[in-house]
């Protein structure tokens, strides 16, 4: 019983040291502002120059005339950097999952007379760069491709019209776009 108590307590010692030298980083991607979808990430080292990003994005609310973009959304992130994390070059790996329910929006006629509710999920690969001005700020840069599996129904505009339609389809391309605003807890 002692030996258990004694493994327990130089793990916890260990974590402890680990944790304390571990940076951690709040985000805020300042283009998911931009569409009036309030958002929040986090980053944390898990190696000497690997990082894990897990943003999550969310829209609970309807715009007037039945407009909508409620969604809710994840896009965890495996990050190698090329020197060190939290500055300059990276490399990353994500996946992502969404639910949304989006219509009477958007420039294109589909989107603007229908409403889609559904979800996504996909990988992809993202490149990105980390400008450090301040000493706890910093400005992200980030662009990623890949693949999306995405199921929805389709509904007309306008409140409680039969469902029309119900779709799956499969995408390549954009998948991650981010100008993000970064401070650094250390």
């Not at 985000?27 to 898990?46: C, Q, T």
């Not at 990082?51 to 190698?80: C, G, I, M, Y």
Request: charged share 15%.
């Amino acid at each position: 019983m002692q030996s258990k108590r004694f493994i327990l307590l130089i793990m916890v010692i260990s974590f402890c040291t680990l944790a304390r030298a571990q940076k951690i980083a709040l985000k805020n991607n300042l283009l998911m502002d931009g569409m009036a979808s309030p958002n929040l990430g986090v980053e944390f080292k898990v190696g000497v120059r690997p990082t894990l990003d897990v943003p999550v994005s969310w829209n609970l609310w309807s715009f007037s005339n039945d407009k909508k973009f409620k969604h809710f959304a994840v896009q965890p992130e495996l990050r190698w950097w090329k020197c060190q994390p939290f500055t300059g070059h990276f490399l990353g790996v994500h996946a992502h999952y969404a639910s949304y329910n989006a219509g009477g929006i958007g420039p294109f006629r589909t989107i603007k007379d229908n409403r889609y509710e559904g979800w996504l999920a996909g990988v992809g690969v993202s490149y990105g760069y980390n400008w450090i001005f301040a000493p706890c700020w910093s400005l992200e840069a980030t662009v990623g491709a890949g693949y999306a599996y995405m199921s929805h129904d389709k509904f007309p505009c306008g409140k409680c019209k039969p469902k029309i339609g119900h779709k799956t389809a499969h995408y390549f391309g954009l998948t991650k776009l981010g100008l993000t605003l970064v401070f650094l807890i250390k």
